[in-house]
């Protein structure tokens, strides 16, 4: 099969990276791409968005299946569109990807629904947030309602820094039109857990648990990030506790989504919080975790292609998905200066020294035939090993040969796991 990887990121390198062990993947291009997936796939400098060239490029090609990475494009109808030239293609179409385009829809549906998540309460007017925020409780959420890459979410430890992510979402519009209504959500404490799905419908074939981190510094502080580091599986978290979240967070949300007419098709990404009372949704993505697909698909078994496939044909639920009883940790190295400012065009030297772990880029590219920084997330360097510890230890010893100026990372990642 000819495939395309709509994406440029660590999701899409990975995505890549697993296709191409599939026997019936015969060519992969990718628009964009990034540096390290030019060594994969055939990079073709079309932007995730221009929904018309990318149809064109792939009626010309004759691409068999066309593969959505990231949420923007998913989210404004690349699915749609593509199916309506005739193209054959994996991702949930709009009207499903809402559920992650929209946080006031989800946590709308999740209350009609009674599925677990924090109390909360939805605004379009600033002077009524603002007035609603002032009588609740500290720490509090403040949740843009669109996409934002992975940065719309502010947990305010103070009230002042709570009015402060209001007014920089709502009338700033620092995120653009995505701040035009916010969600003002409780605070919930615990653990946070990510569980990827494959869902065609109502058919739900969980992935292994991970767990991300996503403030920029050790010990969870700093600004939050779209994600520094993320491990898998959950050895310190309880099957029945995993079990539980998918009984009745999981499932119900892909049944709800069916009776609301808006079948889902594609990975369905639930963030959640193991709370006192048991698990409880914080958000749904409709794609691939950044970098969740890092440390979960070089665990996968199964052929990717075949998960792809009969999910596309309504067979997912006669597939049986195995995984690797091997842990991953995968540590995300950023450029100086990132969430906010930062350089790029920086050269990165030692990937031809790493020989225990994978590499997969984010933020790089080719510039006069060395490999060059071009985004705040550069590179995740995933490792595997027999327990976390030994996963954890690889990550970083490979890491530590990697050089690029400014770069940082945390050096705490999956050490919750090691309690």
Known sequence: MRILVVGRGGREHAIIWALKKSPQVKHIFCAPGNGGIAELAECVPIEEKQFDEIADFAKKQAVDLVVIGPDDPLSEGIVDHLEAQGLKVYGPRANAAIIEGSKVFTKNLLKKYNIPTAAYESFENYEEASAYLRKQQIPIVIKADGLAAGKGVVVAQSLEEAENALREIMVDKVFGESGNKVVIEEFLTGQEMSILSFVDGETVKPMPAAQDHKQVF??????????????????????????????????????????????????????????????????????????????????????????????????????????????????????????????????????????????????????????????????????????????????????????????????????????
């Open 218 to 419: 050790d010990g969870d502080k700093g600004p939050n990030t779209g994600g520094m580091g993320t491990y898998s599986p959950l050895s310190h978290i309880p099957q029945s506790i995993i079990d539980e979240a998918i009984e009745t967070i999981i499932k119900p949300t892909a049944a709800a989504m069916v009776n609301e007419g808006r079948p889902f098709r594609g990975v369905l990404f639930a963030g959640l919080m193991i709370t006192p009372q048991g698990p409880k949704t914080i958000e749904f993505n409709a794609r691939f975790g950044d970098p969740e697909a890092q440390v979960v698909l070089p665990r996968l078994e199964t052929d990717l292609l075949d998960i792809i496939l009969a999910a596309m044909d309504g067979r997912l639920s006669e597939l049986d998905i195995r995984w690797s009883d091997q842990a991953a940790v995968c540590v995300v190295a950023a450029s100086g200066g990132y969430p906010a400012s930062y350089p790029k065009g920086l050269p990165i030297s030692g990937l031809d020294q790493v020989r225990e772990a994978l590499v997969f880029h984010a933020g790089t590219a080719k510039k006069d035939g060395s490999l060059v920084t071009n985004g705040g997330r550069v590179l995740g360097v995933t490792a595997l090993g027999a327990s976390i510890k030994e996963a954890r230890e690889k990550a970083y010893a490979e890491l530590d040969r990697i050089r690029f100026d400014g770069m940082h990372y945390r050096t705490d990642i999956a050490k919750k796991a090691l309690v």
